[in-house]
């Protein structure tokens, strides 16, 4: 097993297309953070309103989630590295001419939303488009260490973007900020250049409506597939509520203040980053057993942390957490993409996206419970929630405990 192990590892340092995969995707998303902090500091100093704050991420998922719901088709019928080379044009010259309005004096928050949607439409082609085309690239037995790999580009990206852009913008102003921003997203689209062509698995018959509908259609007929994809979803109802709630643990619980928050939010990064190396390390031939492990895990530790009585302790907890959670995440996209066909494999990452897009919705009843039971109670309901679905789904579900043969293994 390890001299298999070893042939995968060659495999993927050895191919070309992987290694360009690899570096545009890490270095669009070293873009994608620093975009997050400019454009929240930018709104911030031409508003000085939090809630300009708020408008500006709720358009931009409202416009992520709606775009979503019809890419997939596109990404199927075309051939992808156009696809995301156009795309990816699109978010430079969105994000160019902000640069433009800051040297001019002339940005207004309309241009920064403008900007902002822009490249929330172009988003939802990049991301399915590199995503379908990881599987022909690579080949589907070195695909989980290749997910893994990806994975670990990005967290690697939100551990060093936000730190470094925040510093450039603190020593020399916005404008040096957005060159940055900018050159990254170049790079990016350089490596894009280097990829060979992946045209459409094969052509579609029907229409637009009815091939969105098709997809859908694929899961349902699919019920492991389903079932991946909503087991994907459950620990993301908790983590993403958990990283927006968590000034309120470090404030109200530990009286750690903003360098509190900082320290954990570079944690969730470094957890991020070792549940890719254990996803890499992990042998090949199962699936469903190290996501439920993973999760149980991740709940685990979410209860832990819940209690910690010293912000030491629970910076550990929260590493935990984050290590679980992405290690069990990058099991989920691998079961996917090995168990979705090629024709249909944009469709199928789309409607994925789509449903981690609704992750944010657990914010609502964990702040509400937070509010009235306490953050730390909040959390632990949560974490035994989890834990009782996954024991549900997996008690109960025929179909996800087949997910290894539904992947081929």
Known sequence: MHSSSTNLWKQLTGNDQFRWLFAGNTALFFGFFSTILLRSLLAWALTQDEMALAYINLVTAICMFTTSLFSGVIIDRSERRLLMFISQTVVFCAESIILILLVNDRLTYGYLMMSAIAASVAFPFIMPARTAMLVDAVGKPPLGKATAMLTGGVNIARMISPAAVGFLVDASG????????????????????????????????????????????????????????????????????????????????????????????????????????????????????????????????LLLFSHAPVFKLAVVMVMGIYSCSVFSQTLVQTAVQMMAEDHIRGRITTITMMSFSLAPMGTIPLAYASKHLGADWAMTIAAILLMIAVILMWSLSPAFRQIDRAAGY
């Open 174 to 301: 916005f404008v040096y900020g957005y060159v940055f921003l900018l050159s990254l997203h170049f790079v990016s689209l350089l490596c894009t250049t280097r990829l060979r062509e992946y045209p459409a698995g094969e052509q579609l018959q029907e229409g637009f409506v009815g091939e969105l509908v098709k997809g859908f259609a694929y899961i349902i007929d699919k019920p492991s597939l389903g079932m991946a994809i909503l087991f994907g979803v459950l620990p993301m109802l908790v983590v993403v509520p958990l990283q927006n709630l968590m000034v309120v643990f470090v404030d109200e619980i530990w009286n750690a203040g903003g360098s509190g928050l900082g320290i954990m939010m570079g944690t969730m990064g470094i957890g991020g980053l070792v549940g890719s190396l254990l996803m890499a390390l992990l042998k090949e031939g199962r699936l469903v057993k190290p996501m439920v492990i993973g999760t149980l895990c991740m709940a685990t530790f």
